[in-house]
């Protein structure tokens, strides 16, 4: 793709790192196929070469958003199914990254949409003030229908539907310090705990730390350590993201230079996607882009982590058909792709896919809420394929799918650890048990 920015304008970092990924395309289209939007709408403005396109003419012109782009842009669910299909190696995330921080700089959105953006941004990363949130919203959530009705409320009718029928009280959250591995160690590991799974589902840190505690690893979870920045960056709020990030990397950094790290595990593919990011986050930051880099290197998903070193054998109590559903911050985001299924297959589980597998579930971060008719649609269709694969669970390795799919799947949706856990002689999944 031609571009045309100035020499002045290549001057500037972030304007020279967009040029280049813009000219990378060669527009053939092939990503148009597999984007959810563009199947869902059939908008060549909604697919990611449309969007490309926007995001150049914007970038050029060096005019603030407007309308339509803001539009367009809000629809991407950043699930980077595009990235998987292009075979040109247009690295779109950076892309629409950029663009998410122009907008945010440049554009004035209209109240409501300002508020609920607000809102999230400040309650979404903070642990505390998600569960008061949550215990509000589960009050409120036989008012959703009414509030659906409301013009410009979508947003918080979405919000009060999502949310759960028990909240988790705060004790059941993973303990901050040292979880010491019993018997023979092997090493040691940090877990990030993430904000929202933590509140949502604590069983899924909970089953984490118990497998790597088996396998022989103490597992760290530093006082410092908060949320990874993702829901902020994928709001555009670059500097509130980049600051969550230089935290992190500080916590993890004591850790590194003080007892050592062997990884930083991460057990919720969204906040992996960003983690392993975070050199490319804190780049024009002298004073932590050679630590980010360094933490981003040790970031492993859990499901990396533990292929290869599981026993021999071990078993399920139960063969149950389990139906994978990968995660677009998993599949697209991190390439990871094999290691679940093969997990799941050595816990003695019959693995299934799920057709249009590559296909968002809607969730993607805070998208189901800012944009709930498309995330709503986008759900009904993978709920429709998890139907067609006739399974007894289906296993995921983010708790945004899990809260997205779990309430309607019609049969358990579980972390993938959980079932590991399960095998290797713990608890049965709890969303399993409370089904039972
Ligand atoms: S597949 Fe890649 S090169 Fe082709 S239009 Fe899409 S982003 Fe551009
Ligand atoms: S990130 Fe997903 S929704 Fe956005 S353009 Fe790419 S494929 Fe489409």
Redesign the pocket.
């Known amino acids: 793709?031609q571009t045309s920015f100035t020499p002045r304008q290549l001057a500037e970092p972030r304007i020279a790192e967009a040029n280049q990924i813009l000219r990378?395309?060669?527009?053939?289209?092939?990503?148009?196929a597999t984007c959810p939007t563009y199947v869902l709408l059939g908008d060549e403005l909604d697919?990611?070469?449309g969007r490309?396109y926007l995001i150049k003419e914007m970038l050029e012109e060096g005019r603030p958003a407007g309308p339509e782009e803001v539009k367009h842009i809000d629809r991407c669910l950043s699930c980077l199914a595009?990235?998987t299909?292009?075979?040109?190696?247009?690295h779109?995330m950076h892309l629409i990254d950029e663009a998410r921080a122009h907008v945010e700089a440049t554009f004035e959105r209209p109240f409501m949409d300002r508020l609920f953006r607000r809102i999230l941004a400040r309650v979404v990363p903070d642990a505390r003030l998600f569960r008061l949130a949550l215990s509000f919203a589960r009050l409120g959530r036989p008012l959703a229908p009414l509030v659906r009705t409301i013009p410009g409320l979508r947003p918080a009718a979405a919000m009060l539907e999502l949310a759960p029928r028990t909240v988790h009280r705060a004790a059941s959250a993973a303990r901050r310090g040292v979880h010491a591995a019993p018997g023979e160690k092997k090493g040691r590991v940090a877990l990030l705990a993430g904000c929202v799974q933590d509140v949502l589902e604590p069983t899924i840190n909970q089953a984490t730390i118990s497998v790597l505690n088996r396998l022989g690893y103490d597992v760290v979870l530093p006082s410092g350590m908060g949320c990874c920045g993702s829901a902020t960056h994928h709001l555009g709020l670059e500097a509130d993201a980049r600051a969550r990030a230089r935290r992190n990397v500080d916590a993890w950094t004591a850790e590194i230079d003080g007892d050592g790290l062997d990884a930083i595990i991460i057990n919720a593919s969204g906040c992996g996607t960003t983690v392993k990011d975070y050199g490319h986050m804190l780049r024009f930051d002298a004073g932590y882009q050679e630590k980010a880099e360094r933490v981003a290197g040790l970031a492993r998903d859990i499901t990396e982590f533990i292929d290869g070193r599981l026993p021999a054998t071990i078993a399920a109590p139960r063969r149950l058909k389990v139906a994978y559903h990968s995660a677009c911050s998993m599949q697209h985001g991190q390439k990871i792709t094999r290691q679940p299924k093969a997990l799941l297959t050595a816990a003695g589980l019959d693995v299934v896919d799920i057709p249009e597998g590559h296909l968002c579930c809607g969730s993607a971060g805070t998208y189901n809420m800012l944009q709930p008719d498309i995330a709503g649609r986008l759900k009904a269709r993978k709920l429709a394929n998890i139907a067609t694969a006739r399974p007894d669970v289906v296993a995921t390795g983010n708790i945004g799918c899990i809260t997205q799919l779990g309430r309607d799947a019609g049969v358990p949706v579980v972390h993938t650890i959980e079932l590991i856990e399960w095998a290797l002689g713990g608890p049965e999944p709890s969303a399993m048990r409370n089904r039972a």
């Open positions: 793709m990378s395309c060669v527009h053939c289209g092939f990503c148009t697919s990611p070469r490309i595009c990235m299909t292009c075979p040109s190696g247009v779109y």
